[in-house]
């Protein structure tokens, strides 16, 4: 029997409801696969949260914070485990000699910065800030060099070693954001011709790093993008300038640098 026309749902109700009901779903599905997520974060002070704050003091010198994109994420999604291993001043050797462990065959996501320290990129900042112009575009194309001749090899050894023990799991590798907005509102410090070049060893970095990822079948997540509009002498800075205070936490993401920054570039990954 028909329904009288007076008791017939409209059209644009029945959409709204199947189109509710699929959201619904969907949203479900995706908490489920989130759910059912081994995550493990490796890597160096970009993740473990370095500029951010709050620390986990069981951490130490590692700096490990709730703050970190990596906890974020897992504070947002609840995968089944999370295994927080990313320290401060991590290598690629200290990856592998230190991080590794809780990667299993059952591990379904890994991310990892790591490729910063072993370009000697805190001496790049030190030399440019202490020194002579000449002397901070020298040290730069010291560091890039290092990264054309010897970093891709150090790199492939961590991406190998992480297979090795996570042959499953997903890997998304991070890059480093710029650090200055060129023209910007800074009106003393590093002169522009140092800014550019120290951008542009970022980009150097960056540009190998997502090389060598793609070759080991791994996701690059480029950061330059979220934190454009947000660089040192933007006005609207997410990465600490020189920090007299706490010298370790200069030219790291802060807070909202993570948040606004380095989840968002994780989470569009995935």
């Known amino acids: ?4 026309r007076a008791a017939a ?19 479900q599905a995706a908490d489920a696969r989130a ?12 993740s ?3 500029g951010a704050g709050a620390y986990d003091s069981a951490s130490g010198n590692c700096k490990r914070t709730p703050r970190a994109y990596p906890a974020l994420w897992a504070a ?15 290598r690629t ?33 030190t030399t440019c800030v202490l020194e002579s112009e000449s002397s901070c575009v020298a040290r730069v194309n010291q560091a890039k060099g290092y990264v054309d001749s010897t970093l891709p090899g150090r790199l492939d050894t961590v991406y190998r070693a992480i297979r090795s023990k996570a042959p499953a799991a997903r890997v998304v590798v991070l890059g480093y954001p710029r650090f200055y907005r060129i023209g910007g509102g800074c009106i003393a410090g590093l002169t522009e011709n140092e800014r550019r070049a120290i ?3 970022a980009d150097h970095l960056n540009t190998a790093t997502a090389k060598r990822a793609a070759d080991h079948g791994y996701t690059f997540a480029d950061v330059v993008p979220a934190f454009t509009g947000h660089e040192i002498c933007s006005g609207s800075a997410w990465l600490h300038s020189v920090n007299w205070l706490n010298i370790g936490e200069s030219y790291h993401p802060t807070a909202s640098g993570q948040s606004g920054g380095y989840l968002p570039s994780f989470r569009n990954a995935l």
């Open 9 to 27: 749902l409209p059209l644009s109700l029945l959409l709204g409801a199947t189109l509710t009901l699929t959201g619904a779903a969907t949203a």
């Open 1 to 4: 029997m028909k329904l009288p």
């Open 93 to 125: 050797n200290d990856v592998t000699a230190g991080q590794l462990g809780p990667l299993t065959a059952a591990t379904d996501l890994v991310s990892i910065t790591v490729g910063g320290n072993d370009a000697g990129f805190a001496d790049v900042m």
């Open 199 to 201: 951008n542009g060893a």
């Open 35 to 46: 759910a059912a997520v081994d995550y493990v974060a490796l890597g160096d002070s970009y």
């Open 76 to 90: 947002a999604n609840a995968p089944s485990s999370f295994a927080f291993t990313a320290c401060s001043g991590a």
């Open 48 to 50: 473990s949260g370095v």
